[in-house]
């Protein structure tokens, strides 16, 4: 078999993995090493689908042992079969990273055999990648649950971001579709990088050259659609992983029906969830760069997101004692929670603001989505000119925006003033 | 009509001699022209010379007046493809030596805005083409071609030259015509050397079958990786601007071995440019 089709194989049996990102660590040049590390990632290519590309995602083998209901590579699935050596696959990413087609690699792979034996082929190739080749650009490696915490620790000293996936937001779920992984083992290796990684920090304070265990951080991602959790778990679930393992990044991935099985959803009817993984990234959104909390944003009575709204305006509508805002004097925290308005345009008016009274039309040229935020905020005290709308029809509003309904607000002041 | 056709030859220290001129014979600019521009205008002409001296002198000064930020801002605002940006420059320059330092953040000022806007157009044109940059190796060297709206080579130029370090590679600006070449340093490890010159043509000889081999199996890991029942063209364009595609490897069909012709790969480039390259990749 060549390259093209262990490529081919290994690539599409990678696809359904979500992150591909590779942010979070900076790293310059170095005598002797190819590459370097950009703190804020960068995107190399986008699919057909719209998702970043910017590592070169595959599997090292898709030989499963395990037997996952929802998975292409479970073991009673009838596909092709394929595995890199080591060496081929560290000339690949380093080839196509001198053509600047990626930021580095991202190694996963199916259970090989067993936990322990996976990883080990892992860390041989990721070691061969950075010691022979010299690779000092980005890897994200996975890990498999269950495997030996020395072979945790030896793949961290070599990854920039690790990631260990907690596939569904329910142990119940876990057990129902995966039988071969349990809830404890994921959640055990969560914390054993997790503890890595505050090691490695408290080290590097005290000396400079100690070893740097996943400088990256760690992220997971769990599928939604597959099984009957409300979005309320989910975020509940999310907050609590950002909480209590410091996770960079949660991923969510619509369940798409790839294999048929006995305990998943009925192929022939079911649509994949695409707007409600919109809605949760949305609100992931907000619980980590706007400061909500999970209980804000939904509650047991209405378990689930809007369709129509995202969150944020959903969360406005629900609380008119905050709005509307003054956009001259309100604090930070409350500029943020303004529909419209995210942290970069809260920073600009910050500093627009100390020069001068602020205009809504100013308000739009510093980047203020103004078709959302006209209706909460307000400007020297006073509303947008021309606007009239009750609290009770802003919902309709806000679901269904009439055309041009700013432009011709602008063109009012401009009579007016 | 009052104001005068300031006519220079479009880099920034020929600019920064404009700025000093404007100040020094009080004048209002209605117009800024290249010396090799034919057009005509309605203004009195100003044929200014760069003098690398003085436009350091007034770099420097400008940097004393403005803040080191302000003069950052007036560099990065003139790598923009911005209408009249000399022009709206020259205002945000009178607007700080008004007011002093932190003129960048006055966002009240409609021409600061302006100018901020174009900075972070360039700035995100940057940021994408660190990613969308595709180089082929052609006999040793790695050649990339780009056809961006600013300027970005003097700013892509730090990112490729640290993460090449030991590559010898050259990157071509199409639409403004100039050259990145980069050589590894002399002795093991030390920096690499660089030079951004004018190139008027620029063609690169056809891949042999290890870079085409590359190619297709690039192609191939792109077409991969897309699935299907999540297509959306949109967002893909959204992300990724359909005017990148052209110089993008996964978007080209595959390139026949005898694909442009054998013979002199360089041909077309300026003589002096030919002779640099040469001392560059020689040595």
């Not at chain 1, 099985?261 to 707007?275: A, M, S």
């Not at chain 1, 959104?285 to 706007?290: K, N, P, S």
């Not at chain 2, 951004?196 to 891949?207: L, R, S």
């Not at chain 2, 077309?268 to 560059?280: H, K, M, P, S």
Request: with cysteine; proline share 7%; charged share 25%.
């Amino acid at each position: 078999m060549d390259v093209m089709e262990k490529l081919t194989i290994l690539a599409d049996a990678a696809k359904y993995d979500v992150a591909c990102t590779s942010s979070g660590v900076n790293r310059g040049r170095r005598a002797g090493r190819v590459g370097t590390a950009l703190n804020y990632g960068c995107c190399h290519t986008f699919t057909a689908d719209g998702r970043c590309v910017s590592l070169l995602k595959v599997l090292l083998g898709n030989a499963c042992a395990y037997d996952c209901a929802y998975c292409v590579n479970r073991r009673s699935n009838d596909v092709p079969r394929a595995a890199f050596t080591p060496q081929e696959l560290c000339r690949l990413t380093m080839e196509f990273y001198r053509r600047n087609y990626i930021e580095g690699l991202f190694l996963s792979s199916a259970v090989l055999g067993s936990p322990d034996r996976t990883m080990e082929l892992m860390i041989e190739t990721l070691r061969l990648l950075r010691e022979e080749h010299r690779f000092n650009g980005y890897i994200h490696a996975k890990a498999i649950p269950g495997a030996d915490p020395a072979l945790i620790r030896a793949m961290g000293l070599l990854a920039d971001r690790m990631s260990v996936n907690i596939e569904l937001p329910s142990e119940r779920s876990l057990n129902l579709l995966c039988p071969d992984k349990g809830r404890a083992p994921i959640l055990g290796n969560m914390a054993r990088i997790r503890d890595g990684i505050h090691q490695s920090r408290h080290d590097l304070a005290v000396y400079r050259h100690a070893p740097r265990f996943a400088p990256a951080g760690q992220s997971t991602q769990m599928i939604v659609g597959a099984t009957p959790e409300s979005d309320l778990h989910i975020l509940r679930l999310t907050q609590g992983l950002y909480r209590r393992y410091g996770l960079k990044r949660v991923f969510f991935s619509a369940y798409l029906p790839v294999v048929s099985g006995p305990n998943l959803p009925v192929p022939q009817t079911y649509r994949p969830p695409l707007l409600r993984e919109h809605r949760l990234y949305q609100a992931d959104w907000l619980l980590r760069f706007y400061h909500f909390d999970a209980e804000e944003l939904l509650d047991e009575g209405s378990p689930n997101f809007d369709p129509d709204l995202d969150p944020k305006c959903c969360w406005a509508l629900n609380h008119p004692q905050f709005f509307p805002v003054e956009a001259e004097r309100a604090e930070p925290e409350m500029l943020l929670r303004v529909p419209g308005i995210g942290p970069t345009s809260m920073r600009r008016i910050l500093v627009a603001r100390r020069c001068g009274p602020l205009h809504f039309e100013q308000l739009q040229k510093l980047g203020v989505v103004m078709k959302l935020a006209q209706y909460f905020l307000l400007c020297g005290g006073k509303r947008p000119p021309g606007l009239k709308v009750k609290w009770d029809a802003l919902r309709s509003r806000l679901v269904a925006p009439p055309a041009g309904e700013w432009e011709q607000l602008s063109l009012f002041s401009e009579g007016g003033g | 009509m009052d104001g005068y056709c300031y006519r220079y030859d479009g880099t920034f220290p020929g600019f920064l001699c404009c700025v000093r001129d404007i100040y020094q014979y009080r004048e209002s600019p209605g117009l800024f022209l290249l010396h090799q521009d034919e057009r005509p205008s309605l203004f009195d002409e100003r044929w200014v010379e760069t003098d690398l001296a003085l436009a350091r002198r007034v770099y420097r000064r400008l940097g004393q007046r403005l803040g080191r930020r302000g003069i950052e801002f007036i560099t990065l605002g003139f790598l923009t493809c911005l209408d009249h940006r000399e022009r709206r420059l020259l205002d945000v320059i009178d607007l700080g030596l008004n007011t002093g330092p932190g003129v960048e953040r006055r966002l009240d000022s409609d021409q600061v805005i302006q100018v901020a806007k174009a900075v972070r157009h360039l700035q995100r044109e940057v940021d994408h083409l660190r990613g969308f940059v595709r180089f082929s190796d052609r006999g040793g060297v790695l050649v990339g071609t780009i056809t961006p709206k600013n300027q970005v080579l003097p700013l892509l130029r730090r990112h490729f030259c640290e993460r090449l370090a030991e590559e010898r590679f050259l990157l071509y600006d199409r639409t403004h015509r100039q050259l990145l070449i980069h050589a590894p340093g002399q002795e093991h490890g030390g920096r690499g050397r660089w030079v951004i010159v004018e190139a008027e043509d620029f063609t690169v000889p056809p891949p042999d079958a290890q870079e085409r081999a590359y190619q297709n199996l690039w192609r191939r890991f792109y077409d991969t990786l897309a699935i299907p029942q999540r297509e959306n063209p949109r967002c893909r364009q959204s992300h990724m601007p359909k005017r990148f595609w052209g110089d993008m490897t996964e978007f080209q069909p595959p390139e026949a071995p005898g694909a442009g012709g054998h013979g002199p790969g360089w041909k077309g480039l300026a003589l002096q440019t030919l002779a640099l390259l040469i001392l560059f990749l020689l040595r």
